[in-house]
């Protein structure tokens, strides 16, 4: 497969999946309107959703202030931000464009249509009340051209680099969406279990739409802050959680490995990581401070991102 | 003008079922059905791109769905008259690139090659591999009376369309299947495995195993873009760009996830000028440097070959009856449109006196730019071109204005006229291996009286049927 394929595929995937994370940091920001009394953390909450995105800079280039309508509309459809789900849907889209005979039809169809149809959002003006509505649109086409991709799509290493682009961009995202609120899981006498805390985690667990599974998970008793680090960084359950995510990057790349019979000297880096990952536990990561340890991860998942880069979307030697 | 559905009164007999079925056709089915075609081709991606406008600049080519229709006997003369083109063409450069025996012959004037831009002088005594330099002509045909077609202009060099000829029938085929029950067409859909077959003839002559096939692309916003990718997939090839190739000692190889691996063939669709930045064009940000060294040191073949644009020069095709004469010792099968060259003074007299019932054409123009329709212009671009005309003669070729046949379209209400032209694609392979699908391209143009057919100013496309015997 030409490199620019691989490539292309792997990016193709990270906009999907990172179309759906901002529709689901969106409802967040949508439900937190809704509910009265929170007027003290309304700025503060919009404003890191712009950070867990990483585009607050950005956003104040072109707006003066934190304003939920400007937000929404630069998180949804404003070009200027790379970032935002409409240019997610088209940079998506124009890279399986770029690659067309290494997905199936339906697959191209799916994300084709998903971007004709993005049209009739962005060609009226925004209307904030119309926002639920644009994030169910959102999810429905992510799950469906998610579903074409698993349903249809050759198991191949074309797979392999779907599949990693779309755990590359999960991982970065959820250790990014714990890292910007990490201190309302630090224990603290003063606040434990108050009535702030269960909210501030349930927007957490939300945005990464695991409410409803924690609390199948871990039964609606007791709701900690140790068990949410539990659920989001180590638990095998939830499908958004870090170790979920590394355990697929893990995975794919090791069945690149053997697909291109390159399982030279070198040992695997993200195997080893993979393995000591496992045998972590919640009081290990606060011992590392968990702001330290979710920044190592990042820093970890660019230099994962640094070797597949090298050894597979550069082609030439190596 | 001649009407191809209409004999005076009668319907012409090719066409006599096909007029049933249009006129059977109720309202709100015309209508549905051309919804349903328009959002096949979107789904399906079939759009090109207009330059200068590249964020919203997709667009579908307006797609008519009464079909243009030609019988077997009127196929085989139109087949026969662009075999003998295309062969003579293939002859006709490799003499110009090495003993140019047709102008010691004094058949045409040494100028119009040696000051031709398209001429290539890197490319003299070069022998490419098996004598083809230009393996997909696309011949653009006219027809002006019943028994007349006539070739309005070879493209030898990157000829775009073929992949709406056939999904223009695959659309057809899945909108009104019935119509196959009742009309025996012939089949277009084997033009990629014979576009493979052909380009397989032609490998390097550093190559001892199975060639390595590429179709190079200048990228996903070039207008033909589409195609490119239409026909990599259905030839099972990769589509690379400039990006995805690099030479080394001479080897060219495409970058893979396993690693660099060697490339034999490349059918490329990006002019000459940009194909190497190192030989042509040093800006070319979508070449590949060292590429033209790897074609001359014979590890790679590119099809058509650099310089091959000579032949499809409006100059040069005035001579195209004496070329096919000088090589195949035949006549032409089929006819130029009457050219006068304004190099040679008495025509260029006759075309300045008579420049409003003519069309003038710059000699390196194509698409439709740069010419001039007599009837249409006004005053001022009629002088502003005999100005041109006088200051640069040796550019410039004039026409009669040419009534193109015409083919009703689905207009609102009504079938109604369009003029037509047809652009079929031939092969030329290795060892005489040539092959010609039955059938082609059928530009239209939409708007009433209109004689501009090119997409990019507002024409349209229909399906091409030859019946079968």
Redesign the interface.
């Known amino acids: ?6 490539e292309n595929l792997y990016w193709a995937a990270r906009y999907i999946e990172r179309a759906d994370s901002i529709s689901r940091l969106l409802e967040v920001g949508y439900r937190m309107s809704l509910i009265p009394n929170t007027n003290s953390g309304y700025n503060n909450e919009w404003e890191s959703i712009l950070d867990t995105s990483d585009i607050k800079s950005d956003y104040l280039k072109y707006y003066k202030e934190l304003n939920k309508e400007n937000i929404e509309f630069f998180l949804l459809f404003d070009d200027r931000n790379n970032s935002s789900v409409s240019n997610c849907i088209k940079n998506a889209r ?1 890279n399986i ?2 690659v ?2 290494a997905v199936t039809l339906e697959v ?2 799916s994300i ?2 998903s971007f ?1 149809e993005l049209q009739k959002f962005t060609e009226k003006k925004y209307k904030s009340r119309e926002l639920p509505e644009i994030i169910d649109w959102v999810k429905r086409q992510v799950n469906l051209i998610r579903g074409t991709i698993l349903n249809t799509q050759l198991i191949n ?1 074309g797979y392999d680099f779907l599949i990693l682009g779309t755990y590359f961009e999960r991982a970065d995202f959820t250790a990014r969406i714990i890292d910007v609120k990490y201190f309302i899981l630090l224990p603290s006498a003063e606040y434990v279990g108050s009535e702030i805390d269960n909210f501030q985690w349930s927007l957490m667990l939300r945005s990464i739409s695991s409410f409803r599974a924690f609390k199948w998970a871990y039964g609606s008793k007791e709701i900690n802050s140790n068990k949410i680090i539990d659920f989001l960084v180590l638990s095998m359950m939830c499908p958004r959680s870090l170790i979920f995510s590394i355990e697929k990057i893990n995975h794919h790349l090791v069945r ?1 490995e053997k697909f ?1 019979n390159r399982k030279n000297k070198k040992e695997i880096k993200i195997s080893r990581f993979y393995e000591n990952f496992k045998k972590l536990n919640v009081n290990k990561i606060l011992e590392i401070g968990l702001h330290i340890f979710l920044k190592k991860f990042i820093k970890d998942l660019s230099t994962f991102y640094v070797s597949l880069e090298q050894k ?1 979307f ?5 | 003008m001649f009407n191809e559905v209409y004999n005076k009164d009668k319907i012409r007999n090719p066409y006599t079922k096909i007029m049933d079925w249009a006129n059977s056709l109720p309202r709100n089915i015309i209508v549905k059905k051309k919804n349903e075609a328009e959002n096949l081709f ?2 399906i ?1 079939i759009t090109f791109s207009v330059y200068n406008n590249f964020d919203t600049s997709e667009r579908l080519i307006p797609f008519d769905m009464f079909p243009r229709i030609l019988t077997s006997l009127e196929w085989k003369r139109i087949s026969r008259g662009i075999l003998q083109r295309s062969i003579a063409i293939n002859a006709f450069i490799n003499d110009i690139y090495h003993s140019a025996e047709i102008i010691k012959a004094k058949i045409i004037p040494e100028k119009l090659i040696y000051n031709n831009p398209a001429y290539e002088i890197k490319m003299v005594g070069f022998k490419v591999p098996k004598n083809i330099y230009s393996p997909i002509i696309g011949t653009d045909i006219i027809r002006t009376n019943e028994k007349d077609f006539k070739v309005l202009e070879d493209n030898c060099r990157t000829p775009s369309g073929v992949s709406y000829m056939i999904e223009n029938r695959e659309i057809m085929m899945r909108m009104f299947p019935e119509l196959f029950e009742t009309l025996k067409v012939e089949t277009v859909e084997n033009y990629p495995s014979y576009l493979l077959e052909i380009l397989k003839s032609l490998p390097p002559k550093n190559c001892s195993k199975e060639p390595n096939i590429v179709i190079l692309t200048p ?2 916003l070039n207008s033909a ?1 589409y195609e490119h ?1 239409f026909l ?2 259905m030839m099972g090839i ?4 400039g ?2 190739l ?1 030479v080394d000692e001479g080897i060219t190889y ?7 691996e060697k490339v034999d063939i490349i059918y490329r669709r990006i002019d000459d000028q940009f194909i190497d930045p190192i030989t042509f064009d040093e800006t070319s940000l979508i070449g590949v440097p060292g590429l033209f060294d790897s074609f001359k040191t014979g590890n790679v073949n590119i099809c058509s070959a650099p310089g091959s644009g000579i032949a499809d020069d409006k100059a040069i095709y005035t001579y195209m009856p004496e070329i096919i004469k000088f090589y195949l010792g035949e006549e032409a099968v089929l006819e130029n449109v009457k050219t006068w060259r304004c190099y040679i003074e008495s025509e260029k007299k006759y075309v300045i006196e008579n420049i409003d019932k003519l069309v003038v054409k710059e000699v390196h123009g194509s698409g439709g730019y740069g010419m001039l329709i007599g009837t249409k212009a006004s005053k001022n671009q009629i002088e502003i071109f005999k100005k041109k005309i006088k200051s640069d003669p040796d550019n410039f070729i004039a026409q009669p204005i040419m009534s193109l046949s015409s083919v009703p379209i689905f207009s609102k209400k009504i079938l109604s006229p369009r003029h037509v032209d047809l652009r079929p694609f031939c092969l030329i392979g290795g060892n005489r291996k040539n092959k010609l699908v039955s059938g082609g391209l059928t530009r239209v143009a939409l708007k009433e009286n209109s004689l501009v057919v090119n997409s990019s100013q507002g024409g349209g496309v229909k399906d091409t049927w030859v019946l079968a015997e």
């Open positions: 497969m030409l490199s620019r394929t691989a124009e464009r770029m067309r005979t191209w169809n084709n249509s004709q290493d690149l291109y597979y550069i082609g030439i030697k190596r | 979107k789904k991606g990228g996903s873009y990718s990599a997939d990769e589509l690379v760009q990006s995805d690099f495409m970058k893979t996830t396993k690693g660099p």
